[in-house]
């Protein structure tokens, strides 16, 4: 499906709807900052669960780890972040905006045409003091990657999980950028969350592991439904390669306003291991019992945000459509991600119809993620589940005291079955495991 | 159980099997900061995923929110936090060293006996600023607490989820508390993880709810395998009560530094709501469709700690055993928080026994987060097994390769059952979901 959406419609679905709420909205908003509703927070628990799922609990070569935001000081000396993690900041003499340098097609202010400032270097980690006095030796920084929490845990992990290279090790979490441009909705936030693996190999392996984890991680979003037209491997320029990197692809995606980064897989060498050595005075290195030899393992980093990987999905997901002629509003979320697997829609409010629909209700709920709704019309309940990405709509309708039996309407085909209650929860599982994208010969009608 | 273990043994299991590491330990560390490393990351998840089930999934009177760890600087004028979120601080003139003064016994340094200044105010909030001008109108909190990100997002939930009163909305996140003293290993950090649920009701009703859910986490904790024996409820007196709460209750563990706060419920009224709608200058009420009144609900709150919990669970899990004349080291986690529930373990590293060793690795994997280890004498295995908390082991032996058949051994029981591979995750689904804890007929043999 073609990612043609407007981003204002994906803004307004995300309010309407509750994924997406402006931070603080009651006092104005505050900048770039984001909320996830009810059915965000399930979609980013979805995007976590599934990248972990693929990432840590089913290979044995990779183990997570949940490291602090706030880390010592000389963690960031190290890494290159006090000195080196600043972008070069322009003031518009006239309007007082401010600008990345860097990001300017002319020397003249884009908002007014006004006189800019020369360049000065503005480093991009919040900073904060630990302990009660302000004072230079108490400075914390928020991270700005999750990535060095890794590193300067790599032989605590290496010890304690008796594992041998290559090892992954894995981490979810926020970071925290005081970015001076920011925007395009949860595209590029201050603070946003990040699902990062360091994934540390034997010099010389560095580059077919490289490979393997750009190919891994471009099939993991065509996995969960995003399309291939819509997806880009970009090789990063000599001249763009970060200072740490030997080699570096961005996965982009298609997004309304143009080509942007996805995921990066960088090739890091030995550099970070090698810095945290020196800082630390720790030798930090591997002795490989096969070879009989001890190096710096080198690292291949694949690195992803949260809150665009859910934009994506969104986005590619998102469909107006005309069917028989009425007109509906709806996401084609992998069942994975959707937020709710099931709603439970008693054809209308009554005393007789509700006993059976909470029953049934109660019965599916403790499998999957359940929604109950006897508000409004049938018609205007499923076009609610078409905007969440409702996979599965469950009807109780008056046949059903009687027959015991049940309707399973299908989100992207619409087509609609009836199965017995007793084996309901089996034949959710089995459609929410894929077989529900199948033209089964189980759907037997259209919806009228 | 009784929670008889010192403090130092858990710290030192949690740093030997990779459940929780001092953070940046290879630069000394840094103060009540801690990281939670491969088993320490999957024990915090379910216990986070534990929760989330009970309070969101498995009801449907309650949602799920994920708000921003930046808020407006408005939400915490309003909220109370500016003004009055500080501690009495005060200094020791002769050491310097820093005590919080309502908790001090005698008037002189606890250190060094010195002279103490007079208790100035230091407010508990982590202060940054956003935007590259570090001026008063760019500063920026770190939530102290998740509650009013569900405050201030009420309206917006309210409307977009289309559910009646009473309503909960759940949220887990980090928040930061800058506190003077900290300790007891990950029991109070300054940087921590909350799992907070604010229950909207009808003013008049809540009395009735405040009871029902002081017993339904009470309940969570003993369902999840803590001893009631070492777990009590304790009202806080009228004059502890805070400024905000009209009753609280808090649920103590017996931690081995005595009786702690593990979780509070607090009866907020509608202290939260009406501090809001006037500082923002909207309305903030709900019209009851049955009733057909105005009002501000009122608001329960059961708000529980990630890492207190964590503790909690290792602590009740843990024990020093002596079976038949061996001593080991056991957690005896319940099968929902263990972080690892089954591992595969071949008799030896031998290559007819790796292949099929593998293929059960395999198997299992897709259905439950497994271990494969194949280095050490199968008694050490097991040892470390033990140790993490695994159910579960799963032994191929040189009898497999001919009968297809494996060994499922009992973690707590040591008891072990031979069973064919073909049925192996039925029955270890059967297992983990409690049948495990039964000395079911099933289980034949003890262990030698």
């Known amino acids: 499906m073609p990612a043609n959406v407007e981003m204002d419609k994906i803004v307004s679905l995300c309010k309407r709807r509750g994924f997406v709420f402006p931070s603080s909205e009651i006092y104005g908003g505050l900048a770039s900052c984001w909320d996830y509703g009810p059915m965000g927070v399930e979609l980013k628990r979805n995007v976590r669960d599934a990248w972990w799922k693929a990432v840590v609990h089913e290979r044995d070569d990779v183990v997570g780890l949940d490291s602090a935001i706030m880390m010592h000081p000389r963690?960031?000396?190290?890494?290159?972040?006090?000195?080196?993690?600043?972008?070069?900041?322009?003031?518009?003499?006239?309007?007082?905006?401010?600008?990345?340098?860097?990001e300017l097609e002319k020397e003249i202010c884009p908002g007014c045409g006004g006189d800019l400032t020369e360049?000065?270097?503005?480093?991009?980690?919040?900073?904060?003091?630990?302990?009660?006095?302000?004072?230079?030796?108490?400075?914390?920084?928020?991270?700005?990657?999750?990535?060095?929490?890794?590193?300067?845990?790599?032989?605590?992990?290496?010890?304690?999980?008796?594992?041998?290279?290559?090892?992954?090790?894995?981490?979810?979490?926020?970071?925290?950028?005081?970015?001076?441009?920011?925007?395009?909705?949860?595209?590029?936030?201050?603070?946003?969350?990040?699902?990062?693996?360091?994934?540390?190999?034997?010099?010389?392996?560095?580059?077919?592991?490289?490979?393997?984890?750009?190919?891994?991680?471009?099939?993991?979003?065509?996995r969960l439904g995003i399309s291939k037209d819509n997806l880009r491997l970009r090789q990063h320029?000599?001249?763009?390669?970060?200072?740490?990197?030997?080699?570096?692809?961005?996965?982009?995606?298609?997004?309304?306003?143009?080509?942007?980064?996805?995921?990066?897989?960088?090739?890091?060498?030995?550099?970070?291991?090698?810095?945290?050595?020196?800082?630390?005075?720790?030798?930090?290195?591997?002795?490989?019992?096969?070879?009989n030899e001890k190096y710096v393992?080198?690292?291949?980093?694949?690195?992803?945000?949260?809150?665009?990987?859910?934009?994506?999905?969104?986005?590619?997901?998102?469909?107006?459509?005309?069917?028989?002629g009425e007109k509906r509003t709806v996401l084609h979320l992998h069942p994975d991600l959707a937020p709710i697997k099931v709603a439970v829609l008693p054809l209308s409010r009554n005393e007789k119809l509700t006993p059976l629909a909470r029953d049934v209700y109660r019965q599916i709920c403790t499998?999957?993620?359940?929604?109950?709704?006897?508000?409004?019309?049938?018609?205007?309940?499923?076009?609610?589940?078409?905007?969440?990405?409702?996979?599965?709509?469950?009807?109780?309708?008056f046949d059903s005291l009687e027959d015991k039996q049940v309707t399973i309407r299908d989100r992207d085909s619409l087509a609609q079955i009836r199965v017995p209650i007793e084996e309901l929860n089996a034949i959710l599982e089995a459609k929410l495991k894929g077989e529900a994208f199948d033209s089964s010969s189980l759907w037997a009608t259209r919806q009228k």
């Not at 070069?88 to 006239?94: E, I």
């Open 75 to 102: 963690v960031w000396e190290a890494s290159g972040h006090v000195d080196g993690f600043a972008d070069p900041m322009v003031d518009c003499k006239s309007c007082r905006l401010r600008w990345r340098a860097d």
């Open 119 to 222: 360049p000065r270097m503005f480093n991009l980690m919040f900073k904060t003091f630990m302990g009660p006095l302000e004072q230079e030796a108490n400075i914390v920084y928020l991270r700005p990657e999750t990535a060095q929490g890794i590193f300067v845990n790599f032989e605590n992990v290496l010890t304690t999980s008796r594992k041998k290279l290559p090892l992954g090790i894995a981490q979810i979490g926020k970071s925290f950028r005081n970015e001076i441009t920011t925007g395009n909705f949860i595209f590029r936030t201050r603070e946003f969350e990040q699902l990062e693996l360091e994934y540390f190999v034997r010099p010389g392996t560095d580059e077919k592991w490289f490979d393997y984890w750009v190919k891994e991680r471009f099939d993991w979003y065509v």
């Open 237 to 291: 320029g000599k001249d763009e390669l970060a200072h740490y990197a030997r080699d570096c692809y961005d996965i982009d995606y298609l997004f309304p306003m143009g080509w942007s980064e996805l995921e990066g897989i960088a090739n890091r060498g030995d550099f970070d291991l090698t810095q945290h050595a020196g800082a630390s005075g720790r030798e930090i290195t591997y002795f490989d019992t096969e070879s």
């Open 297 to 324: 393992p080198y690292v291949i980093e694949p690195s992803a945000g949260v809150d665009r990987s859910v934009l994506a999905f969104l986005i590619d997901a998102y469909d107006d459509e005309e069917i028989e």
């Open 367 to 397: 499998g999957f993620v359940t929604d109950y709704d006897d508000s409004q019309s049938i018609g205007r309940r499923y076009r609610r589940q078409d905007e969440i990405g409702t996979p599965f709509c469950v009807t109780v309708d």
